[in-house]
């Protein structure tokens, strides 16, 4: 992975908290694929920095969007501009969400901003569109498709402090609002439950619930109301990245730091049961493999995550997309399988319906 890469990716991760990082300014210019997934074809978007291969078009190497089937074929190129795009989301009729950083037309402060396109890559929207050194990540869609929460931090009128807080906005960008507003923790938008009625976050910083104030898995109601630590694990062990199961039992998330299940402190994908028992280390993957952003297939019954580190379905040790299972961990498959010094990162896996 190379060093701007791996700045934006890490950037996206809720251990990021020192700044935002400042990438070089590219010049704007918008593109895009055509994706041909048919109606209901369960489609995998993410985030790849790749600049050859079959319908790809990434002279600059940045972070652009793509799409794959969910056993790794048919792959689509949707964004294809001199900025970085990532942390892409579906919404449940085939829109996406994405993150873009970096000057342009329609950004021309070049901070992150949260962006909607149609299931083709066209039609690119700024929804956030705050000014100067505010930067918004992170969106994900409410299972109805009319909302969108996500990570803000920078100052604002809403956030006086300019911590990271959860905000939420409809899917037009309207309506934008600081559901947390904890001056004095960050906070990190993860996931809606399958009914809407809630989100998971992850908070860090010292608390009544957390006094250790490391990283930990909460739950809010989707106003803002009703915060709940769901992982509670001890000092040094942090906790985020949450994704919520279809049938709302399970929660899959990641866990980094030296534990009885992970003696080597990296971070590995994790599960509990959503009353917080049963939790379980579902990667287990060796010493010096990282596996971050996970996501619920649509049926519950797959995982697709991000895997970085040198193992035997990845001798070059650069970050893939995979899946397993949901259950147990067990069927670890790499489904991107790019060359040396590739970035393949923050798989979505959602049914997309095309227009």
């Known amino acids: 992975m190379n060093t701007a890469t791996r700045t934006v990716v890490m950037a996206s991760?809720?251990?990021?908290?020192?700044?935002?990082?400042v990438l070089p300014t590219l010049a704007d210019s918008a593109g895009a694929g055509k994706a041909t997934g048919g109606k209901g074809a369960e489609r995998i978007v993410f985030a790849s920095?790749?600049?050859?291969g079959r319908g790809v078009d990434n002279p600059e190497g940045d972070l652009e969007i793509f799409t794959m089937s969910s056993e790794g074929k048919k792959l689509e190129q949707l964004t294809s501009n001199a900025v970085d795009d990532f942390d892409p989301a579906y919404s449940s009729d085939g829109r996406i969400s994405f993150v873009s950083r970096n000057v342009q037309s329609s950004n021309p402060e070049g901070d992150s901003e949260v962006y909607l396109m149609n299931a083709d890559g066209s039609d690119h929207?700024?929804?956030?569109?705050?000014?100067?050194?505010?930067?918004?990540?992170n969106p994900h869609f409410s299972p109805d498709g009319q909302q969108i929460a996500f990570t803000s931090f920078g100052k604002q009128p809403s956030n006086a402090e300019g911590d990271f807080e959860v905000y939420l906005m409809n899917a037009d960008g309207s309506g934008q609002r600081n559901l947390t507003n904890n001056?004095?923790?960050?906070?990190?938008?993860?996931?809606?439950?399958?009914?809407?009625?809630?989100?998971?976050f992850s908070s860090f910083g010292i608390q009544p619930s957390n006094p250790e104030g490391d990283f930990e898995i909460y739950l809010m109601n989707a106003d803002g109301a009703d915060h709940r630590n769901l992982t509670n694990t001890a000092g040094g062990i942090s906790d985020f990245d949450a994704t919520l199961s279809p049938d709302g039992e399970s929660v899959a998330y990641v866990s980094a730091g030296v534990q009885a299940s992970n003696p080597e402190g990296d971070d590995e994908i994790y599960a509990i049961n959503a009353d917080g028992t049963g939790r379980r280390n579902l990667t287990d993957t060796a010493n010096g493999v990282q596996d971050d952003f996970p996501d619920f297939a649509p049926n519950g019954m797959k995982i697709a995550y991000t895997s970085d580190g040198v193992q035997a379905s990845n001798p070059e040790g650069d970050a893939e997309v995979y899946v397993m299972n949901a259950l147990d961990g067990t069927d670890q498959r790499n489904l991107s399988r790019t060359g040396s010094n590739v970035t393949d990162v923050q798989p979505d896996f959602r049914t997309a319906v095309s227009d």
């Not at 991760?13 to 700044?19: D, G, K």
């Not at 929207?125 to 990540?137: C, I, K, P, Q, Y």
């Open 183 to 200: 001056p004095a923790l960050s906070e990190f938008a993860s996931d809606f439950s399958s009914d809407g009625r809630e989100i998971a």
């Open 13 to 21: 991760l809720c251990l990021a908290l020192a700044a935002v990082a």
């Open 125 to 137: 929207r700024n929804l956030t569109n705050t000014a100067g050194a505010v930067s918004d990540e």
């Open 49 to 52: 920095d790749r600049i050859s």
